[in-house]
T-cell receptor, first 113, second 117 residues
Framework: AQTVTQSQPEMSVQEAETVTLSCTYDTSESNYYLFWYKQPPSRQMILVIRQEAYKQQNATENRFSVNFQKAAKSFSLKISDSQLGDTAMYFCAFPTSGSRLTFGEGTQLTVNP | DGGITQSPKYLFRKEGQNVTLSCEQNLNHDAMYWYRQDPGQGLRLIYYSQIVNDFQKGDIAEGYSVSREKKESFPLTVTSAQKNPTAFYLC????????????????FGPGTRLTVL
């Protein structure tokens, strides 16, 4: 079975500091994509970043970057220079059969002033 | 602007009634999805459709029905058979093409909050 696990239900960070959210997954596929989505209090799901498994280089989008460890099946999200607007629920997601995505349970991140 | 719209934003239903949630996209995406989200939890897939006039059950399809008569539209009906329908419902779409430079990336609508009175 293909699963996605986020082991940190809640995290907090001070404004301007760096925080890392963890995600592990299980798959027998060799070529796939991984995603991080953000859900702020408005509840709109917003794509943060995606990683292609066949690329060794970690994906980066401005202050957001991933640490992708394919052998360990780990896909963590690093947020640098945290801002108050980063306060949200963060979900790791992984494609399963066809175009379906399986989502983790989420990590609630709070950025404190 | 291209995007996904869901209506209504808030919906109230009496027990025993069927209600239909709307989802429309103008992104020219082939695939569309419906998810349910309960408080403090992740997303669970209800139904998905990869092509017009075809759809598949997700993990929690019981008590729900869908149709896909047009590429742009994927309405979800919450029937009276759904025992606990109060939840937040999210619609998404994707290209569902492995030749695209961002395959399987799902983009979401703003959601509908359904409450059963």
């Amino acid at each position: 079975a293909q699963t996605v696990t986020q082991s940190q239900p809640e995290m907090s960070v001070q404004e301007a500091e760096t925080v890392t959210l963890s995600c592990t997954y299980d798959t027998s596929e060799s070529n796939y994509y991984l995603f991080w989505y953000k859900q702020p209090p408005s509840r709109q799901m917003i794509l943060v970043i995606r990683q292609e498994a066949y690329k060794q280089q970690n994906a980066t989008e401005n202050r957001f970057s991933v640490n992708f460890q394919k052998a360990a099946k780990s896909f963590s999200l690093k947020i640098s220079d945290s801002q108050l607007g980063d306060t949200a629920m963060y979900f790791c997601a992984f494609p399963t059969s066809g175009s379906r995505l399986t989502f983790g349970e989420g990590t609630q991140l709070t950025v404190n002033p | 602007d291209g995007g996904i719209t869901q209506s209504p934003k808030y919906l109230f239903r009496k027990e025993g009634q069927n209600v239909t949630l709307s989802c429309e996209q103008n992104l020219n995406h082939d695939a569309m999805y419906w998810y349910r989200q309960d408080p403090g939890q992740g997303l669970r897939l209800i139904y998905y459709s990869q092509i017009v006039n075809d759809f598949q059950k997700g993990d929690i399809a019981e008590g729900y029905s869908v149709s896909r008569e047009k590429k742009e539209s994927f309405p979800l009906t919450v029937t009276s058979a759904q025992k606990n329908p109060t939840a937040f419902y999210l619609c998404a779409s994707s290209t569902a093409s492995h030749h695209d430079d961002s395959p399987d990336t799902q983009y979401f609508g703003p959601g509908t909050r359904l409450t059963v009175l």
